[in-house]
């Protein structure tokens, strides 16, 4: 399962969910950050919603809901068991 977080530097919530899904050992997550700093694109698309977290397969991205940045890992690991 392919995750793409999209944070930014400094950003509370990025960084708690970013430790959140690192933590996830039940699935087979491959997780890579994307610092919409980096991107004119990105930073237009997603500066008012970090974080902002898509799948991706076959080249195709999709944006899954904003988990609650109280879950814990465990529940997290859930909500995610429901998208794949």
């Not at 899904?21 to 997550?29: D, P, S």
């Not at 004119?40 to 500066?47: F, R, V």
């Not at 999709?62 to 988990?67: A, C, G, N, Q, Y």
């Amino acid at each position: 399962m392919r995750l793409i977080l999209y944070s930014k530097p400094g950003c509370h919530l990025c960084e708690g969910l970013q430790e959140k899904l690192e933590q996830i050992q039940n699935l087979n997550l491959e997780l890579e950050v994307r610092d919409i700093t980096t991107r004119s694109d990105w930073l237009q698309a997603y500066q008012y919603e970090i974080p902002v977290l898509c799948t991706e397969a076959d080249g195709t991205e999709k944006k899954l809901p904003r988990p609650s940045p109280r879950a814990n890992v465990q529940q997290l690991q859930l909500w995610l068991q429901r998208y794949f």
